[in-house]
T-cell receptor, first 113, second 116 residues
Framework: AQSVAQPEDQVNVAEGNPLTVKCTYS??????LFWYVQYPNRGLQFLLK??????LVKGSYGFEAEFNKSQTSFHLKKPSALVSDSALYFC???????????FGTGTLLAVQP | NAGVTQTPKFQVLKTGQSMTLQCAQD?????MSWYRQDPGMGLRLIHY???????DQGEVPNGYNVSRSTTEDFPLRLLSAAPSQTSVYFC???????????????FGPGTRLTVL
């Protein structure tokens, strides 16, 4: 069955340090992978997506994600975290026979000054 | 462009009451959808539409109705509100779905609904 997992409910990082938010997926065939961010009391905002091609995808606000087919992962990364990056991050996957869009449960990123 | 707009932002209902959550987009998107967000569960698809006059059920459609008479509008109706429908509701749109399913979705700001 098609699924996506975000194994960490919360990630804590100090401002200026690199950050990683993890995502793994399970889907047959080639997946389409997305990262969205949700700030408090706001809707989700698109950050980046992987469709095909280069495994390293660059997105908004300095974020990037690396597609790893052998590990079925699509981790979100940023070289230097900002306090303003604190938000809820969602990994999404679409693919397989049903082509449904599946949301991860979200990871709360807390960046301490 | 205003993007995706939702009204109201907040709503409190009593059990058994009905209401309509409004959603509109000005990007001429074919695909529109409704999600509910509950703690620890991510977003779950309620209903979706691939174009005017076409709607279909998502993962959790019970207790909700939708219609799509125009490209711009996609209202969600709660027929008889129940406490289990207390949630945050998001409307989203994208250029197309199906064959172009790599298109990102644009989300509205959400409606926070409480059913007493």
């Amino acid at each position: 069955a098609q699924s996506v997992a975000q194994p960490e409910d919360q990630v804590n990082v100090a401002e200026g340090n690199p950050l990683t938010v993890k995502c793994t997926y399970s889907v047959s065939g080639n997946p389409y992978l997305f990262w969205y961010v949700q700030y408090p009391n706001r809707g989700l905002q698109f950050l980046l997506k992987y469709i095909t091609g280069d495994n390293l995808v660059k997105g908004s606000y300095g974020f990037e994600a690396e597609f790893n087919k052998s590990q079925t992962s699509f981790h979100l990364k940023k070289p230097s975290a900002l306090v303003s990056d604190s938000a809820l991050y969602f990994c999404l996957v679409r693919g397989g026979a049903t082509n449904k869009l599946i949301f991860g449960t979200g990871t709360l990123l807390a960046v301490q000054p | 462009n205003a993007g995706v707009t939702q009204t109201p932002k907040f709503q409190v209902l009593k059990t058994g009451q009905s209401m309509t959550l409004q959603c509109a987009q000005d990007m001429n998107h074919e695909y529109m959808s409704w999600y509910r967000q509950d703690p620890g569960m991510g977003l779950r698809l309620i209903h979706y539409s691939v174009g005017a006059g076409i709607t279909d059920q998502g993962e959790v459609p019970n207790g909700y109705n939708v219609s799509r008479s125009t490209t711009e509008d996609f209202p969600l109706r709660l027929l008889s509100a129940a406490p289990s429908q207390t949630s945050v509701y998001f409307c989203a749109s994208s250029v197309t779905s199906g064959g172009s399913s790599y298109n990102e979705q644009f989300f509205g700001p959400g409606t926070r609904l409480t059913v007493l």
